[in-house]
């Protein structure tokens, strides 16, 4: 394992970081002790979130390496997914409870209205997935 990484209280905050981790080569730092990078499983790219191997919250797996002098936009949120819409109207629903134990279940966010008829599936992050694509283009990953 790398022993010469980037120490938390070192890292910028949606600063872009080449890393040594389990998954990514490429991480966007959240502020926190979590990377956002782009990971391929199963011959799918996604945006998904490593932590910092001193992390005292989670087992971290990240050994940032170098600053690329970069940072994420502030208008791009530092998350995997937006939330979660319904499959075929495409409006945003969350969950409550299950209706077993008094709750509302899916329901849809603009009007509040529970509907067992909702497909929800996870909004991802675009312009996070786009932004760090070409992280990964302009600095060979």
Not at 4 to 12: A, F, L, S, T, V
Not at 21 to 40: T, V
Not at 97 to 118: C, F, H, M, R, T
Request: hydrophobic fraction near 30%; glycine fraction near 12%; charge should be negative.
């Amino acid at each position: 394992m790398k022993t010469d990484y980037i120490k938390i209280p070192e890292c910028i905050n949606r600063g872009v970081y080449k890393i040594y981790s389990r998954n990514l080569a490429f991480g966007a730092f959240n502020g926190e002790s979590g990377f956002l990078g782009i990971r391929e499983k199963f011959g799918q790219r996604y945006i998904f979130t490593e932590y910092h191997r001193d992390s005292s919250e989670t087992y971290g797996t990240v050994n940032p390496i170098e600053y690329l002098g970069l940072n994420v936009p502030d208008n791009i949120p530092l998350v995997e997914y937006l939330g979660s819409q319904d499959q075929i109207t495409k409006r945003a629903v969350e969950f409550d409870s299950p209706v077993s134990e008094g709750g509302k279940g899916w329901y849809y966010l603009d009007d509040g209205k529970a509907d067992q008829n909702i497909r929800p599936v996870a909004v991802g992050n675009p312009e996070l997935f786009n932004f760090m694509d070409q992280v990964e283009k302009n600095h060979g990953g």
